[in-house]
């Protein structure tokens, strides 16, 4: 149980890794997971350019590119944005709270497996030739009618990802509560912890309607339900309802991570304390309630009425105020501040012009009458890719080059870094900007080609050309991120220099237990307070050297998620074939059984005996 | 190993644990006899109105049969899942947010977008 490196064979490493329920193991799984998804979202966001680059292209048929528009949406939501996200704060979160691990190790590896093997059953699909084709959305209407079994996929495989989504949101709020170490008050916690707490609140709440929503959905398409069948008593408009009461909360867990991330970075590169700390986590916990009460704007032209188009118009524009304290609070810590612009810096910078004029499209779709003008039209795409890309996706790469020394223990090229950032970064305007006006001009969304003398042909023309920019960016980061792991360039503690909290305080990558000793938390940006006062290791220890208390790791998860896929599949194919029952039945006992031997066998982890920590101590000394 | 500490409790506070020990069984057999009081009436309440006994209208039926429902969920959360002890802030906090959040999306629909 030594941390030091000893030679395994590959079949060590791999059960290491499958079994692993360390959360710094985990955050990088979900970081490789996360990535996949990403570049296979990206690949099929190409074609999509590709295809509307001229007009009347004949590519991909209008059938394909309904299922590369509706897998693109979904992959980039579910499986590339919050896994990644998941991955952050797997890895960092419990480091900055001065924990040895999150509350729940076990169903930590559970939530990495349910998302993998979701994400995995949702791409199946397109060996099947039959992916989701119902837009990312999957409006009811269109949904139950869509032949096939595309939506199937889509049902099933997200109620998979979307159950790790939900376990993951809960161990963190359980990690936040009851793990941060003595000292470490609520007003202490570093940003990225904050809007972690927040994000993983609104999962809890959240989830459940999108899991009603899609069991509703599986059940109408697969057994026979009428839930949104109007024929037949249902209502087709309330799927709409349930998924927006998830889905407008699930932009907002995607984006207050990010803002997380900023923060952190704006702070430590303008190398000061975070300008209006308080109203920060004020403002967060406000844009996190607000979120649950504005999903109606998404349906302004359904017909709910003047009243509640009215209504959630106010609620939206609301949301607008917070969020601007954050934006003039981001502004107000490099004010002032000795700025260094290293490569998560310039993302950061990028970022507020970025997200200002996503956040101003926004209100202005928040007013109802003009977005009858907007619905449904590239006006609506300009807009969240500008939020979620300009805010999201910024925020992820600029924490990949912040934190990859913590996860890997070495660098990213700052050159490459930055050639990557203003690839990306051009790229991003170049695609997004010019679509505003192609809404303007009244081209619609989710159209598979356009005819000729629309006066779109130019702006579509521009508009894929920025995408393949954004496409050299990341080719550029994978191959940094190739070329530095070969390298191998040891670094410190703290390879930035101007570290604040407890996570720039350890090695990179951190030992597998995190903190020899707990540490004391004296206030907020504990490290940088202990490095003014003199204390160069930036930790006070709280407690003596003493045994540590680990948890053994598991495949149990692996086995009890794999029930679920195979059940999956089991369900869907319940009706034409004889074997899709006994699947069913047989998945769902599978995973039955793996639940029982967790219950019953007892597992109570296993201790570092102090020797061992003393001797990781001394090493440590040896190589400063 | 981590080392097994043995604590010996004085006399006094093996007294005062015995008392708080006796004074919450106390309390929890009080609140089961409220609450299978709470669902007896309710059943009678039914009946009485299966029966159409005079004044048993579904007005009066349900109201106080919902009302009775509130109270055990109180009582239920607040005693025998222990709500009521410290250390439960942040659990009732999230309890609270959650019930208050669905009662907001229920107020919408039966306000604003069906009944408006």
New interface residues.
């Given amino acids: 149980m030594s941390s030091v490196a000893q030679k395994k064979g590959f079949g060590s490493w791999l059960w290491d890794w499958l079994t692993t329920v360390d959360h710094k193991k985990i955050g990088i799984l979900y970081l490789l997971g996360g990535g996949f998804f990403f570049v296979l979202g990206g690949i099929e966001a190409m074609i999509i350019r590709i295809q509307l680059a001229v007009p009347n292209s004949d590519l991909i048929s209008a059938g394909l590119f309904n299922q590369i528009i509706t897998m693109h949406g979904t992959t980039m939501i579910f499986l590339a944005a919050m896994p990644i996200l998941f991955g952050f704060m797997n890895a960092i979160m419990p480091l900055q709270i001065g924990a040895r691990d999150v509350a729940f190790p076990f169903l930590n590896s559970l939530g990495l497996w349910m998302f993998i093997f979701g994400g995995l059953f949702l791409n199946i699909s397109w060996f099947m030739g039959q992916a989701p084709d119902a837009g990312w959305t999957s409006y009811a209407s269109l949904a139950i009618t869509s032949e096939g079994h595309g939506v199937d996929f889509y049902a099933i495989g997200l109620q998979i990802a979307g159950g790790g989504s939900l376990i993951a949101g809960i161990n963190f709020?359980v990690t936040i509560?009851n793990m941060r170490a003595p000292g470490m008050t609520y007003m202490r916690m570093p940003l990225f912890t904050w809007t972690t707490f927040i994000a993983s609140?609104m999962i809890?709440?959240a989830f459940p309607p999108l899991t009603i929503g899609l069991f509703f959905l599986t059940f109408d398409r697969m057994f026979g339900a009428n839930f949104f069948d109007h024929a037949m008593g249902g209502n087709t408009i309330i799927w709409e309802?349930i998924f927006w009461?998830f889905g407008h909360p699930e932009v907002y867990i995607l984006i207050l991570p990010a803002f997380g991330i900023f923060s952190e970075i704006f702070s430590i590169f303008s190398r000061k304390r975070l300008f209006g700390y308080t109203s920060m986590v004020f403002a967060t916990v406000l844009i996190g309630f607000l979120g649950?009460?504005v999903w109606?704007h998404h349906m302004f032209t359904v017909g709910?009425?003047p009243?509640?188009n009215a209504?959630f118009a106010v609620a939206t524009m609301a949301i607008a105020v917070p969020t601007g304290v954050k934006i003039f609070n981001w502004l107000l810590t490099m004010w002032g501040g000795s700025i260094k612009v290293t490569t998560p810096m310039l993302y950061a910078i990028g970022f507020i012009p970025s997200f200002v004029m996503g956040g101003v499209t926004g209100v202005m779709q928040g007013a109802a009458p003009l977005d009858y003008q907007l619905h449904d039209t590239y006006f609506i795409v300009a807009h969240f890719h500008y939020v979620i890309v300009g805010g999201t996706v910024l925020g992820i790469l600029a924490a990949t080059h912040l934190y990859w020394p913590k996860m890997f223990g070495t660098m990213l090229n700052e050159t490459l870094g930055k050639v990557t950032f203003w690839f990306f970064f051009i790229g991003f305007h170049m695609t997004f900007l010019i679509q505003h006006w192609l809404g303007f001009w009244g081209m619609p969304r989710r159209v598979f080609t356009y005819m000729d003398g629309q006066g779109w042909n130019s702006a579509n023309l521009i508009s894929s050309v920025g995408a393949v920019f954004m496409a050299i960016g990341v080719i550029v980061l994978l191959y940094n991120i190739i070329m530095t792991s070969v390298k191998n360039v040891p670094v410190a503690n703290d390879p930035w220099g101007d570290g604040r909290t407890l996570e720039w305080a350890i090695q990179s990558p951190p030992l597998y237990y995190n903190f020899t000793q707990t540490p004391l938390v004296r206030g907020l940006d504990s490290v940088w307070i202990e490095k003014q006062e003199g204390n160069e290791s930036g930790i006070t220890p709280a407690v003596p050297v003493?045994?540590i208390?680990m948890p053994h790791g598991s495949i149990i998860p692996i086995f009890m998620t794999l029930g679920m896929f195979i059940a999956g599949f089991g369900a869907m194919f319940r009706e034409e074939t004889s074997w899709g029952l006994p699947l069913l039945v047989f998945g769902l006992a599978w995973t039955f059984v793996c639940m029982a031997i967790r219950s019953l066998k007892d597992d109570l982890g296993y201790?570092v005996p102090k020797e061992e920590i003393l001797e990781d101590m001394k090493r440590e000394r040896g190589r400063k | 190993?981590?080392e097994i500490e043995i604590y010996k409790k004085s006399p006094a506070e093996f007294d005062l644990g015995q008392r708080r020990a006796r004074r919450s069984m106390r309390s929890q057999v009080i609140m089961f006899s409220l609450m299978i009081f709470l669902t007896l009436t309710s059943f009678m309440i039914v009946t009485a109105s299966n029966a159409e006994v005079i004044g048993f209208s579904k007005y009066y039926v349900i109201p106080v049969i919902m009302l009775f429902a509130a109270v055990q969920v109180g009582l239920q959360l607040y005693y025998f899942m222990h709500m009521q002890e410290k250390g439960h802030g942040?659990a009732a906090m999230?309890m609270f947010?959650?019930a208050l959040?669905a009662f907001?999306?229920v107020l919408?629909?039966v306000t604003?977008?069906w009944w408006?």
């Fill in positions: 709020l509560i609140a809890l709440f309802h009461i649950f009460m109606a709910l009425g009243t509640a209504i003493q045994d208390h201790y | 190993m981590a942040i999230f947010t959650g959040l907001l999306i919408t629909f604003i977008v408006n």
